[in-house]
């Protein structure tokens, strides 16, 4: 069965570093998103991203926050200057075309120290 | 009013037992439904999907969605320890690409 490939599985950053966050999508899923999830709480969404830009994103996706798919395959969360609140598991998850649910991969635990 | 809910838990069954997982929306423009299943430092895992109203049943597992109520509900049947997991219902509405999901619901079966 198709896999959403997400790398590293967990990374440790210190506090104002800059992190970058990769997902190989389903190869033939169009639509593409970022969502968070703190420990303990609720699934967040952060962004999508279709046809090589954003079509949609939330008030967590600041500045601090961009997405790109550099070389058609890579599908990438960069945050610019972590800060300790943006410890948490960070999904990646694609959408085909008819299809209902998404498919997420397993995710990167963020740790900021 | 939080835009859905759902009772966190924990909530523990004896194996075999039937499991009722809820969750209550407020926006009634969602027209579709999904349950996720997630282990521990997991991503989550899709196991139903609904549109509009209705039933529909996959194996031991039944999903129900009453739009008039803005209630969904996941049944799971002859429930087995390798069910224990935090259930996700998510749900979004025809236009947007992104789904709202409720906090979750812990679920323990013990052997």
């Known amino acids: 069965e198709p896999e959403v490939t997400q790398t590293p599985s967990h990374q440790v950053t210190q506090m104002g570093q800059e992190v970058i966050l990769r997902c190989v999508p389903i190869?033939?899923?169009?639509?593409f998103y970022w969502y968070r999830q703190i420990l303990g709480q609720k699934v967040e969404f952060l962004v999508s991203?279709?046809?090589?830009?954003?079509?949609?994103k939330s008030e967590i996706f600041d500045d601090q926050f961009s997405v790109e798919r550099p070389d058609g395959s890579n599908f990438t969360l960069k945050i610019r200057s972590t800060k300790l609140e943006d410890s948490a598991m960070y999904f990646c998850?694609?959408?085909?075309?008819?299809?209902?649910?998404?498919?997420f991969g397993s995710g990167t635990r963020l740790t900021v120290v | 009013q939080k835009e859905v809910e759902q009772d966190p838990g924990p909530l523990s069954v004896p194996e075999g037992a039937i499991v009722s997982l809820n969750c209550t929306y407020s926006?009634?423009?969602?027209?579709?439904f999904m349950w996720y299943r997630q282990y521990s430092r997991k991503g989550p895992e899709l196991l139903m999907y609904?549109?509009?109203?209705g039933n529909k049943e996959d194996g031991r597992f039944t999903a129900q969605v009453d739009k008039s109520s803005k209630y969904i509900s996941l049944f799971i049947r002859d429930s087995q320890p390798s069910d224990s997991a935090t259930y996700l219902c998510?749900?979004?509405?025809?236009?947007?690409?992104?789904?709202?999901f409720g906090p979750g619901t812990r679920l323990s079966v013990l052997p």
């Open positions: 998850a694609t959408f085909g075309t008819g299809l209902y649910g998404y498919t």
């Open positions: 190869s033939n899923h169009l639509y």
């Open positions: 991203f279709y046809n090589n830009e954003i079509s949609e």
């Open positions: 926006n009634s423009a969602f027209q579709y």
């Open positions: 609904t549109y509009s109203s």
């Open positions: 998510a749900m979004r509405d025809n236009y947007g690409q992104n789904f709202v």
